[in-house]
């Protein structure tokens, strides 16, 4: 079956521009998680939502991030005006609701900010 | 709290030689934890984990890890290095229950290398 995919596989965008991060989760799994991955700061938490819900968004890194989910399916990561240190590799998780259960991660998106 | 450190950042072996990646962790919470994979340019692959059964955590691909919960340790085995292995591995702890359920903490990642 499909697994996470994510789009798009590469953004260059202008500093202070806005940009769209789309992440599909696997079929079924209501839990999705977005994580960030850079050369300074390896893998950190973003967001985590339950279907709709974002119960933790405690590693946004500041108001010019958001993130959004609908259908408890697709989930949306928006940057707004998009500075340098954005830069990094953005990777989306998703799992089955339950106990301990496993996350499976996309490709990510790799976002350079010049 | 949760935090997960990986003693080393690159290690380097030769093919057919026994594997060692440390990680040890802290947590408030019995935690749950897990080794993933990343091959260049790619996703993050599950090889195993550990969620409070067995100590003893067999993987894919001949990996195998052990929980000690005195040492607070999660170290990464296999007997036998193949040149396929080369990648980066992340160790990482998560707590189920509460807002955060399943929010995956990693660690900074080692890097094998694996010498012909």
């Known amino acids: 079956g499909a697994g996470v995919s994510q789009s798009p596989s590469n953004k260059v965008t202008e500093k202070g521009k806005d940009v769209e991060l789309r992440c599909d989760p696997i079929s079924g799994h209501t839990a999705l998680y977005w994580y960030r991955q850079s050369l300074g700061q390896g893998l950190e938490f973003l967001i985590y939502f339950q279907g709709n819900s974002a119960p933790d968004k405690s590693g946004l890194p500041s108001d010019r991030f958001s993130a959004e989910r609908t259908g408890g399916s697709v989930s949306t990561l928006t940057i707004q005006r998009t500075q340098q240190e954005d830069s990094a590799v953005y990777l989306c998780?998703?799992?089955?609701?339950?106990?301990?259960?496993?996350?499976?991660f996309g490709p990510g998106t790799r976002l350079l900010v010049l | 709290a949760q935090s997960v450190t990986q003693l080393d950042s690159h290690v380097s072996v030769s093919e057919g030689t026994p594997v060692l990646l440390r990680c040890n962790y802290s947590?408030?919470?019995?935690?749950?934890l897990f080794w993933y994979v990343q091959h260049p340019n790619k996703g993050l692959q599950l090889l195993l984990k550990?969620?409070?059964?067995?100590?003893l955590v067999k993987g894919i691909n001949g990996f195998e890890a052990e929980f000690k919960k005195s040492e607070t340790s999660f170290h990464l085995t296999k007997p036998s290095a193949h040149m396929s292995d080369a990648a980066e591995y992340f160790c990482a702890v998560s707590r189920a229950g509460g807002t955060s359920y399943g929010k995956l903490t990693f660690g900074q990642g080692t890097i094998l290398t694996v010498h012909p």
């Open positions: 947590s408030s919470y019995s935690p749950s």
């Open positions: 998780a998703s799992s089955l609701y339950g106990v301990q259960e496993t996350q499976y």
């Open positions: 550990y969620t409070s059964a067995a100590t």
